[in-house]
């Protein structure tokens, strides 16, 4: 049986929280239950090195590796590279990507991506070969369902001082996640707006004259409700007590809250961009991610036509369910004994 190493950095960061958290956690366990020896110890004991950190910017392969051991590297998107413009390198992390190539050339014996879309980017900026690059889809966690009992979404709406009625977004408001459009399309589509997300609850506290978030300079946030971080539980409940759920991005490599909301039961609205066409196709309703009239006018659809709400929470649910946490490890172990 291989002896696999899987790097365990990101549950031990600011990116626990997150989807790099996420995809973490959720790998490892699918894959100690699927029966695959995983150990997170000394490198070279291991036939198989998992790295599942990847910065452009930031040398994030190493130098080394034993001659019998094969390095596998997820790359979850390269949204710097597609927007330079909002993601500086300056020279240090110029040097770094140019090092970043070389040691993916030399040590990395193959590449994990989330998407069809991320895998066409990496070998565009990379130079890498397609055979080289494996897609391989993330999936909702388990505890992503609907909630049947009154009384716990109550406690939760009370809880949070939710409306009746409200649009859902959750997530970063890094450039690609388009929130200005966002907020100003709720607003054209008279829809309540809330947002959870530790950047959104801070945002007053961010230096926006960054390249990054330079874009919400001036954005009126009046009337959104944003919630900051929650715990897992009543992210779920947040999920069922939403109308609609709006993933407005210009660009992602995935986008895993589309199929949390089609897990809970949640109509979706979501830009018609590559990877979230990709995932999500006959179970979202798609708009275009520069225009906020459209958007507000599918918002306003989904919140008044009851056939069609119908509709894309039965897509949705069946859509979810062709992701699994087991369907992923499955493929990841087949590529740590194919390479």
Known sequence: MLKV????????????????????????????????DVSQTDLSKYDVVHLTRFNPFKVSVPFKKSLHTKFVLTIYDLIPLIYPEHYPTGIT?????????????????????ISETSKKDICRFMGVAPQKVYSIHLAPRSIFTPIKSHE??????????LPDSFALYVGDINYNKNIPLLVTACKLANTQLVICGQQAKNVENLNLDHPELVH??????SGVIRLGF?????????????????QPSLYEGF??????????GIPVVAAKTQALVEIAEGSALFADPRSAKDFAEKIETVMKDKKM???????????????????????????????
């Open 230 to 246: 929650v715990s897992d539980d009543d992210l779920v409940a947040i999920y069922n007590l939403a109308s609609v759920y709006i």
């Open 93 to 113: 992390g110029w040097i770094n990507w140019q090092i970043n190539k070389y040691l993916i050339k030399k040590n990395v014996d193959a590449i994990i991506t």
């Open 152 to 161: 716990s979404l109550v406690a939760v709406q009370k809880e949070y001082s």
């Open 5 to 36: 190493a899987v790097d365990t950095g990101p549950l031990k960061s600011g990116d626990s929280i997150r989807g790099i958290g996420v995809y973490t956690r959720e790998l490892l366990a699918a894959l100690k239950l699927s029966g695959v």
């Open 216 to 221: 919400l300079k001036g954005l009126d946030w």
């Open 255 to 264: 986008g895993l809250p589309i199929l949390e909301a089609n897990a809970a």
């Open 309 to 339: 709400r119908e509709g894309l929470v039965k897509n949705g649910a069946n859509n979810a369910a062709k992701y699994t946490w087991e369907k992923t490890a499955k493929e990841t172990s087949t590529l740590y004994e194919k390479i």
